[in-house]
């Protein structure tokens, strides 16, 4: 058996294309879309629609902005707008017709921080589950999939952005990770809470650990945990026990899925 794994696509329409070339299943770990391009300011979301000053703006102020000071920019660019979250909308709706549109039968797929994961059953079918929630058998093994990414305890959601990011209550989180009871395989897009796993040597911080995770990890000892979201990890991989936790890899800058065979 083999199945590929990609996550952190960021619209790399035309690799996700050949991603399950040669594999019995596909699995996604969110952050299809590309919201705001790094290294190209003129693409992405806000590229296309605020302009590439704003977005290259935007970059600088995500790595290194003062407290406050992303939001106020952000709340201001977005302003020209009367309805800026059906703007955002739109644009994550064209980019995910492209995307949906390559996935291979089958495809299991679950939401990154940077996805709307409320627009995913306009483009699931046909061959793509959206596995949110889910144990799924394949090949005789059991994935577990949860999606999104947690909050510190404590820490609610923002409101009041046209972008509503796939952030998910600690609490809410850790239930939705416990409920998936015993797996071989256990799929998301958060890094577990190990600290070579979820610190990006780029960004210089630590991203999004889920405590829950490695909970998990140490009760129940699955084959694997494969994850994303952290592009520039200290580490790729760390055995844990009887588990080998993986980072998937930043499918958008290597165009490479990770492949798991058994």
Known sequence: MRVHFVSDVHGNVEALARAA????????????????????????????VLGPTVSARFGQLRRGGRPGELMAFARDAWSRFDDPAAVVAEAVRDQYKQLFAVLPDPTFAIAGNVDLPEL????????????EGTV????????????????P????????????????????YTAAVHALGTVDVLCSHAPPAV???????????????????LD???????RAALFGHVHQPLAQRVRVGRTECVNVGHFRQTGTPYVLRW
């Open 21 to 48: 070339d040669g594999a019995d299943a596909l699995v996604v770990l969110g952050d299809l879309v590309d919201f705001v391009d790094y290294g190209d300011p003129a693409r992405g979301i806000i590229g296309q």
């Open 120 to 131: 995913w059953p306009e483009f699931t079918g046909n061959g793509v589950t959206l596995a």
């Open 136 to 151: 799924v058998t394949i090949g005789g093994l059991r994935f577990g999939f949860v999606g999104g990414i947690p909050l």
């Open 153 to 172: 305890p404590g820490v609610e959601p923002r409101t009041g952005s046209p972008w509503k990011p796939y952030l998910r209550q600690a609490q809410e």
């Open 195 to 213: 600290p070579e796993l979820a610190y990006d040597v780029v960004s210089r911080r630590t991203e999004s650990p889920a405590p829950a995770l």
């Open 216 to 222: 998990v990890i140490h009760r129940d000892r699955p």
